[in-house]
């Protein structure tokens, strides 16, 4: 089976750094993915990483470690529109299937 | 290009009723799957394929039925709806690149009464 953990909610300042972490188990593991959803919106895709290390874009950045099954989403110079909830997701085995977290809300305040 | 289109946006039904959500994409991927959102629990997925007649099943795929008959249209079929199907109904597609990012539909929020 796999199962993926993420912290319910955080909160943050606008113009801070916040980090959401990842961990998971997985039966296999092609890569680990990071959605942003606004409220009543769709998913919409960030980043994704199939290696270790550090992936950026822009002010978001994720880090993978396959070795520690664990992964993290970095936001920096946080805006109120990020507000948001955030979900990893991982790619089984096979490639085919994506599964989600449970999310995590982003509370930015002013 | 329209992306990934679903309808209807908003959908009442019975305990009991059958219906068919639509979703269709224009980006030639071959790639769909259909999720379920429900507050606290984030995406569940249903069914996914791989390509024009092949699907498979994901993490809850009691109680629905899909077939893929052409790359662009995925429906997924309540047989007989049940409350517990009350939910966000998402489509979601996508190419076999090397990131699988996902593009997701607007999405059908379905109430079973």
């Known amino acids: 089976g796999q199962s993926l953990e993420q912290p319910s909610e955080v909160t943050a300042v606008e113009g801070a750094i916040v980090q959401i972490n990842c961990t998971y188990q997985?039966?296999?593991?092609?890569?680990l993915s990071w959605y942003q959803q606004h409220d009543g919106g769709a998913p919409t895709f960030l980043s994704y990483n199939a290696l270790d290390g550090l992936e950026e874009t822009g002010r978001f950045s994720s880090f993978l470690s396959r070795s520690d099954s664990y992964g993290y989403l970095l936001l920096q110079e946080l805006q109120m529109k990020d507000s948001a909830s955030y979900f990893c997701?991982?790619?089984?085995?096979?490639?085919?299937?994506?599964?989600f977290g449970a999310g995590t809300r982003l509370f930015v305040k002013a | 290009n329209a992306g990934v289109t679903q309808t209807p946006k908003f959908q009442v039904l019975k305990t009991g009723q059958s219906m068919t959500l639509q979703c269709a994409q224009d980006m030639n991927h071959e790639y769909m799957s259909w999720y379920r959102q429900d507050p606290g629990m984030g995406l569940r997925l249903i069914h996914y394929s791989v390509g024009a007649g092949i699907t498979d099943q994901g993490e809850v795929p009691n109680g629905y039925n899909v077939s893929r008959s052409t790359t662009e249209d995925f429906p997924l079929r309540l047989l007989s709806a049940a409350p517990s199907q009350t939910s966000v109904y998402f489509c979601a597609s996508s190419s076999s690149g090397e990131s699988y990012e996902q593009y997701f539909g607007p999405g059908t929020r379905l109430t079973v009464t």
């Open positions: 997701a991982v790619r089984d085995t096979g490639g085919f299937k994506t599964i």
């Open positions: 997985t039966s296999g593991f092609y890569g």
